[in-house]
């Protein structure tokens, strides 16, 4: 396939503006760049093909990202569709060999902005491995990672059911969705001093403990939200538009499923019960009592439903980590990898408490030499590679990390559920209406930052 993103070339000579069939018959290949648009267009005969092209972006349909789709109609079928990514590259894989191993999970955790601190767990979780001290992590550690991951899953499936809901007409379903997300944001903007991209899951553990009041108003809201994801059943699992815009569109089964690497939602969706905490449990979450949610369908109509109740298990968990919280550490004794070590953030969230500089440097001239050399410089990681995947919002997201034994990462290379995931948007949308193209990307939710990095 071509990459060239200013002329358009085809492969093969054939009348098929978009390639042709390859001497091994291995079937058409397809050439999409970024400014081939004029000879696509040109290519098409309208005197003698009925085809209709139809460029659909590259926009930024709600918080998806920016998506191209190029489809290809009969009357108002989908013919062929191809999505072309590729618009929100930011680097930010590469940028991480320029910084640090703590410096690197403020990069890290932009890539998937509407579950950052997934990004930053599973790339945590390497580098703890390469280190040699997933013993070492305190409880509490684990717990709250547990706790904030929870949190943050049940705040990107709201964003999928409200962005899902505008997509397709239902504008209340918009409003309610983002009335509980902004809940969430405000709990993690207390937990972690930000409401997206947190940096707060470090290599050897978090941050910052939980502040005063968090644990009470975590608890306020699980109630509310239990009652809100009823009203979101009431509003849409019944109505006539609802299950007419989703039952039946975008069937995507099992096999096809596993043919095409795709996992989270849509994989259960299709009646498989594959959920990496349960298959690959880490930070104990073989010990919590849930539930994997199943649907047979395999359409839109039954992510949504793997979704809304997937919101109910995250809460069950949630209140089950709420109930594990005992005092203790929030990062690993070893003063050579604990950075920064006895930190409280100040009220802006941003650096080293004063209370903090003024204990190190009235201590001794070696701990504040430490503590400079630990902040710039960083610490040493062993040479090796590791691969540590967890369940995310949108399914497998593992971070490949490896080490050269310096103190910066050497490469590191995310395994994206919703870059792997694109793959079935032809599976899902050809053969179907146009009308349906919408529902049936959404319902994939994939998010672009996370696909292009």
């Known amino acids: ?207 910052q403990d939980m502040p005063p009041g968090a644990v009470d108003a975590i608890r306020e809201f699980i109630p509310d939200m239990y009652k809100r994801i009823d009203e979101y059943e009431d509003l849409l699992s019944a109505n006539p538009i609802w299950l007419a815009r989703l039952s039946g569109v975008g069937y995507l089964d099992t096999s096809s499923c596993m043919q095409l690497g795709v996992t989270g939602p849509l994989l259960r969706a299709s009646g498989f019960a594959w959920d990496l905490r349960k298959e690959m449990p880490v930070m104990g979450y073989e010990t919590y009592d849930f539930n994997v949610v199943t649907e047979s369908a395999g359409d839109c109509y039954a992510r949504y439903l793997v979704r809304i109740n997937e919101m109910r298990e995250s809460l069950k968990i949630v209140e089950q980590a709420l109930d594990r919280l005992r005092p203790g550490p929030t990062m690993v004794e070893d003063k050579k990898i604990a950075w920064p070590a006895q930190l409280a953030l100040g009220s802006d969230g941003l650096g080293n408490s004063l209370d903090h500089i003024r204990t190190i440097m009235g201590t001794s001239m070696e701990a504040l030499i430490h503590h400079f050399k630990l902040v710039t410089e960083g610490f040493r990681v062993p040479a090796g590679q590791a691969y540590v995947p967890i369940e995310s919002p949108r399914g497998e997201l593992g971070a490949h990390v490896v080490s050269d034994g310096g103190t910066r990462p050497h490469r590191v290379h995310l395994r994206d559920p919703s870059f792997v995931n694109l793959q079935a948007v032809p599976a899902v949308s050809e053969g179907g209406m146009i009308s349906d193209v919408v529902a049936a990307v959404a319902s994939i939710d994939p998010v672009m930052g996370g696909v292009d990095r």
């Open 1 to 207: 396939m071509s990459t060239d993103s200013e002329t358009y070339t085809s492969t093969y000579e054939s009348s098929d503006p978009y390639g042709g069939n390859s001497p091994e018959g291995e079937g058409r290949v397809f050439t999409v760049g970024g400014g081939d648009w004029d000879d696509v267009v040109d290519a098409v005969d309208p005197d003698t093909s009925e085809r209709i092209v139809v460029n659909m972006g590259p926009q930024h349909p709600s918080t998806h990202g920016v998506l191209r789709l190029v489809l290809e109609l009969e009357g108002e079928t989908v013919t062929q569709i191809r999505p072309v990514i590729g618009y929100l590259h930011t680097g930010i894989e590469k940028n991480m060999e320029y910084r640090n191993w703590v410096q690197a999970v403020t990069f890290i955790t932009r890539c998937d902005y509407l579950s950052p601190l997934f990004n930053e767990t599973t790339y945590c979780l390497g580098v703890e491995r390469l280190l040699g001290i997933e013993d070492q992590i305190p409880e509490r550690v684990n717990v709250l990672r547990v706790l904030v991951l929870e949190l943050q899953r049940i705040s990107s499936h709201l964003v999928w059911l409200a962005t899902g809901g505008m997509e397709i007409g239902a504008i209340t379903m918009m409003l309610l969705g983002f009335r509980e997300r902004e809940k969430i944001l405000l709990i993690l903007e207390m937990i972690t001093g930000l409401r997206m991209n947190h940096a707060y899951i470090r290599p050897g553990g978090v941050a």
